[in-house]
């Protein structure tokens, strides 16, 4: 079906005014939502993190962005590890969705972080923003820079 190009598009500040007119009881509940959310995110983090550990992922650090839609954002530095913890991680993460999809993605960007070669800097840790679709960001520090 064809878009009706008779009806003009909103604009970006359009958007945002028609957000600020909701009624309170609906930011109340898009604010429950988000903290509904937000536990259950930290919930499946939280029960991932010894398997991560045992696949060779341990937690430097993570954030928590609290916004309509929280966010969690957690470091992890790669270790060398064998495969059979890789397979046993993989078998204790299978009820656990956004765990799985954790060290899926983990070990995807180890691959391709493992053959990138920068004179003078390394692999500083893999940043990956939980939740079901994860994503991850490779961070490269120079080696004479301080942590």
Same mark, same amino acid.
């Given at each position: 079906? +064809? !878009? ?7 604009? *970006? ?5 028609? %957000? @600020? &007119? ?47 839609? +929280? !966010? ?7 270790? *060398? ?5 890789? %397979? @046993? &991680? ?58």
């Amino acid at each position: 079906m +064809p !878009k009706d190009e008779s009806k003009p598009r909103k604009t *970006l500040v359009e958007h945002a005014k028609g %957000v @600020a &007119a909701l009624p309170s009881e609906k930011f109340a509940e898009l604010k429950q939502f988000g903290a509904d959310k937000l536990q259950e995110t930290m919930a499946a983090f939280l029960g991932a993190l010894p398997a991560l550990r045992q696949a060779g992922y341990a937690l430097r650090e993570f954030e928590i962005e609290l916004a309509l839609t +929280p !966010k969690v954002t957690a470091h992890f530095m790669p270790a *060398l590890t064998d495969e059979e913890s890789v %397979v @046993a &991680a993989r078998e204790a993460l299978k009820d656990n969705k956004i765990g799985a999809s954790m060290l899926s993605v983990l070990r995807r960007a180890n691959d391709v972080h493992r053959p990138i070669k920068m004179p003078g800097f390394s692999c500083a840790h893999l940043e990956i923003d939980v939740g079901l679709l994860p994503a991850v960001r490779l961070r490269y520090r120079a080696d004479d820079a301080k942590t």
